[in-house]
């Protein structure tokens, strides 16, 4: 299933008629022409621009930054390298703490939520849209002993953007229009005498894409370095 564009999308910016069951290319040979497009598109800017096409990260190794709170205890935070994240579920994400002795799975077995207004008296709250987690009273049980090989925390997420940008749809659509240009055997795009060939429209919707992402500062991710964020003030790094 497409998500970043769709067929007609494709047609209307080529200027041919819509697709359909009987035309060459198909509707479904469009289509899988925008699925290896998304893919692409994925692949460059290191991220997922549609809910249905979340990626999931398996055991993202994390260590906590001990933070400053009014309580006798320090609050911990964990920075995921994906974001904005969707709702964490118990049973298909997985929140593993190290608390002196093992591995906690806090989804599962602790209180949490995601909303700023209901953190009170939870043992951990999250901020979707920019991937940190916070855990409540962290530092007193994590200094009973150091975590295997310093690594505090076990993340299991999902991460997507829920509704796709433009630019994000304009790429796709130049990335699918550049492959459907280049296959001679669909015969798609009749060549004229004043016009580019199909090579050539191929490869400009093809830079076309690439200027996008570029323009658009899209291409890779960088993590946010930790900060006081909201009045806790960051005391350092904890194995």
């Given at each position: 299933?497409?998500?970043?564009?769709?067929?007609?999308?494709?047609?209307?910016?080529?200027?041919?008629?819509?697709?359909?069951?009987?035309?060459?290319?198909?509707?479904?040979?469009?289509?899988?022409?925008?699925?290896?497009?998304?893919?692409?598109?994925?692949?460059?800017?290191?991220?997922?621009?549609?809910?249905?096409?979340?990626?999931?990260?398996?055991?993202?190794?994390?260590?906590?930054?001990?933070?400053?709170?009014?309580?006798?205890?320090?609050?911990?935070?964990?920075?995921?390298?994906?974001?904005?994240?969707?709702?964490?579920?118990?049973?298909?994400?997985?929140?593993?703490?190290?608390?002196?002795?093992?591995?906690?799975?806090?989804?599962?077995?602790?209180?949490?939520?995601?909303?700023?207004?209901?953190?009170?008296?939870?043992?951990?709250?999250?901020?979707?849209?920019?991937?940190?987690?916070?855990?409540?009273?962290?530092?007193?049980?994590?200094l009973l002993s150091d975590a295997p090989s310093g690594v505090t925390a076990y993340v299991t997420y999902r991460y997507a953007t829920a509704s796709t940008p433009d630019d994000i749809k304009q790429a796709t659509i130049y990335f699918a229009a550049s492959m459907l240009a280049m296959n001679d055997d669909l015969n798609l795009m009749q060549e004229g005498d004043d016009s580019m060939d199909n090579a050539t429209k191929s490869q400009r919707y093809e830079e076309m894409a690439m200027k996008i992402l570029k323009d658009n500062r899209r291409l890779g991710r960088s993590m946010p370095t930790a900060r006081a964020i909201g009045g806790f003030g960051a005391r350092g790094v904890l194995p």
């Open positions: 299933m497409v998500a970043y564009c769709t067929a007609n999308q494709i047609a209307a910016f080529l200027q041919v008629a819509d697709f359909s069951g009987s035309t060459t290319p198909t509707t479904a040979d469009v289509e899988s022409f925008i699925e290896m497009a998304e893919e692409r598109v994925d692949q460059l800017t290191d991220h997922a621009w549609s809910t249905s096409r979340a990626k999931t990260v398996t055991e993202e190794r994390g260590r906590i930054q001990r933070v400053m709170s009014n309580s006798v205890n320090d609050r911990g935070r964990i920075q995921l390298k994906h974001y904005p994240i969707l709702d964490m579920d118990s049973g298909t994400d997985k929140l593993h703490i190290w608390d002196g002795g093992e591995y906690v799975e806090y989804i599962a077995n602790k209180t949490g939520d995601d909303t700023i207004t209901t953190v009170t008296g939870k043992d951990y709250w999250i901020d979707k849209e920019r991937g940190t987690i916070y855990l409540n009273s962290y530092n007193q049980f994590n």
